[in-house]
T-cell receptor, first 116, second 111 residues
Framework: EPEVTQTPSHQVTQMGQEVILRCVPI?????FYWYRQILGQKVEFLVS????????KSEIFDDQFSVERPDGSNFTLKIRSTKLEDSAMYFC??????????????FGEGSRLTVL | KQEVTQIPAALSVPEGENLVLNCSFT??????LQWFRQDPGKGLTSLLL?????REQTSGRLNASLDKSSGRSTLYIAASQPGDSATYLC??????????FGKGTKLTVNP
């Protein structure tokens, strides 16, 4: 069964370092997303991406964050200068139709980021 | 701003029991509602998607209902099993290609 894959599963970094989290969405999907979950808290939307551009972003997604689809298969989230409060589980998701077209969202297993 | 609330926060039941998880949302103008399962330290597994025009969806022992006008959804699990132990998350499509999540209900099914 097709699935969303994420790497790395866990990354530990020092505050101020750059981090890139990688995702391979389901191959025929057109909409891509990043969400995050701080330990014990709700899953929060970060950004949605369609047709090679950001379609929506939350207030969390400030200038320290960027997303890219460098080729036909990967979707990356970059955090330029990590802060302690960026420690969280980051989930990539993809959808064929997009949530506004009642498309189902499929999530990866997550990348746990620990900032020291 | 859309807010999603799930009650109860935690639930412990004996194996075989039927149970209901509740989800409420503040803005009824939604495109769809999705229920997910999350195992500890793992990703989210989609269980059921209910479109705004639908009243319910069923998959195996799971049945989800949606009452958009009152801002409520329920997830019914029949004949619960220990393998059903997980956190169940409700999420609504809050406009502009984003889901708004509840905090979840942590379910424990005791053998």
């Amino acid at each position: 069964e097709p699935e969303v894959t994420q790497t790395p599963s866990h990354q530990v970094t020092q505050m101020g370092q750059e981090v890139i989290l990688r995702c391979v969405p389901i191959s025929n999907h057109l909409y891509f997303y990043w969400y995050r979950q701080i330990l014990g808290q709700k899953v929060e939307f970060l950004v949605s991406f369609y047709n090679n551009e950001i379609s929506e972003k939350s207030e969390i997604f400030d200038d320290q964050f960027s997303v890219e689809r460098p080729d036909g298969s990967n979707f990356t989230l970059k955090i330029r200068s990590t802060k302690l409060e960026d420690s969280a589980m980051y989930f990539c998701a993809s959808s064929l139709l997009g949530t506004q077209n009642t498309g189902e969202l499929f999530f990866g297993e997550g990348s746990r980021l620990t900032v020291l | 701003k859309q807010e999603v609330t799930q009650i109860p926060a935690a639930l412990s039941v004996p194996e075989g029991e039927n149970l209901v998880l509740n989800c409420s949302f503040t803005d009824s103008a939604i495109y769809n509602l999705q229920w997910f399962r999350q195992d500890p330290g793992k990703g989210l597994t989609s269980l059921l998607l209910i479109q705004s025009s639908q009243r319910e969806q069923t998959s195996g022992r799971l049945n989800a209902s949606l009452d958009k006008s009152s801002g409520r959804s329920t997830l019914y699990i029949a004949a619960s099993q220990p393998g059903d132990s997980a956190t169940y998350l409700c999420a609504v499509e809050g406009g502009s290609e984003k889901l708004v999540f509840g905090k979840g209900t942590k379910l424990t099914v005791n053998p």
